[in-house]
């Protein structure tokens, strides 16, 4: 093909996105309205699984649900062979009270879409819906997969474990950023988010009466030093370059004033992006405790568990999403910091090359930010995603 006839193929391309983004954005407004006043929990989306098979019977795609228990998958096919791309979002509400008084509030009390989900579902169906009308420009399949119980991290494995990721050769997602102005995108090289752990610390002493704590073994002295030497984990463990955060959150111990108790547990999260950092403070958390047991005559149970792997965005899905928004949309995709939160697309991210693109929401003059019971993100980030991630499935699968 000649440059003259591919520069057209492609202005016709980025019409033609447009103009059926223009078409339906109103329509998401209204799902996402919708969806926003009916929010549901994690692995309750019933409802909102039926709001989305409504919509793809409504276009005509094929799909199935109850996939990953509350899950739905769509499938836009290509006229012609080639991969299967995915593009997932996530569905599920945060148990939060509402404040933001808006006519679409929550009416569902102590439930809201406080993380934008709602517009995540809104914006896949509307990549669908254009795509859907674009079949004849693509080769191959587009996999819509709409995630339940993102917030509790087991939407992702319920889908993959009811075959989601079957055949898929790569993966997009998509997160609003309020701190980020609405018609913008926030790209992340390498790891995006963090791996989320946790652990319990149980540490058993032997109890007996506070005034003769040499007749007892002390637990709560124990953890009191356990605290401050698990902090020189982030320092001298895991190397200075790479993130790493441990919080102890939570220990209990004792009743009395003058009762020396026979244990004290604590519990705690660890924050990680690199998986050699992830691994040194593991480690890290075990030794400490088995020094701290030696020194103090305790006994430290420890249990880690591994919770969501740190998002890895692929290089090259990034690149190619961010040409596909410079031709599609123009200049509008900037470098983003990472984040120390969690995101269960991780789990796809370690099968298929994968990119989560950072779509803009933020109002003109407000602060917004997600898991706020006043979040009031700026809808107009459900078209530019529908855009950049419609355009980025046509390159994709040209
Ligand atoms: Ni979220």
Do not use: W
Not at 308 to 322: C, F, W, Y
Not at 330 to 336: I, L, M, S
Request: net charge negative.
């Amino acid at each position: 093909m000649g440059n003259t006839a591919s520069a057209t193929l492609t202005n016709d391309l980025k019409s033609a996105v447009d103009l059926a983004t223009e078409k339906c954005s109103a329509r998401l407004v209204e799902i996402r309205r919708d969806l926003h006043r009916h929010p549901e929990l994690a692995f309750e989306e019933q409802r909102t699984a039926g709001v989305v098979a409504a919509e793809l019977t409504r276009l005509g795609i094929e799909h199935r649900t109850g996939i990953g228990r509350t899950g739905v998958v769509g499938v836009v096919r290509g006229t012609r062979p080639g991969p299967v791309l995915a593009i997932r979002a996530d569905m599920d509400a945060l148990p939060i009270q509402e404040e933001t008084g808006l006519p679409f509030a929550s009416e569902f009390p102590g439930k809201m879409h406080a993380c934008g989900h709602d517009l995540h579902t809104a914006t896949l169906l509307g990549v669908g819906t254009v795509l859907q009308g674009l079949r004849e420009h693509l080769a191959g399949e587009v996999r819509l997969i709409f995630q339940p119980a993102e917030e509790v991290v087991g939407g992702a494995k319920a889908m993959i474990a009811d075959g989601a990721m079957e055949g898929v050769s790569m993966a997009l997602s998509l997160h609003n950023r309020p701190e980020i102005p609405v018609g913008r995108f926030g790209i992340v090289h390498g790891p995006a988010t963090s791996a989320s752990d946790s652990f319990e610390i149980v540490v058993h002493g032997k109890s007996g009466h506070g005034a003769r704590p040499y007749a007892a073994v002390d637990p709560i002295v124990a953890a009191a030093q356990l605290i401050g030497q698990l902090q020189t984990i982030v320092s001298r463990d895991v190397r200075a370059l790479d993130a790493c955060v441990v919080t102890v959150g939570s220990i209990h111990a004792g009743e009395a004033h003058n009762v020396i108790p026979d244990r004290c547990v604590m519990k705690g999260t660890v924050r990680t992006r690199q998986p050699e950092a992830r691994e040194a403070a593991e480690q890290g958390i075990r030794r400490i405790c088995e020094g701290i047991a030696a020194g103090l005559r305790v006994r430290c149970d420890v249990t880690y568990r591994h919770g969501t792997p740190a998002l890895i965005n692929d290089e090259t899905v990034l690149q190619r999403t961010v040409a596909a928004i410079q031709a599609q949309i123009g200049d509008v995709a900037d470098e983003y910091e990472p984040s120390l939160g969690g995101e269960d697309f991780a789990y796809m991210a370690q099968m298929v090359p994968a990119f989560r693109l950072l779509v803009g929401s933020s109002q003109p003059g407000r602060t917004d930010k997600v898991h706020n019971s006043n979040y009031q993100p700026d809808e107009g980030c459900i078209a530019f995603g529908v855009r950049a991630l419609a355009r980025t499935s046509l390159d994709l699968l040209r």
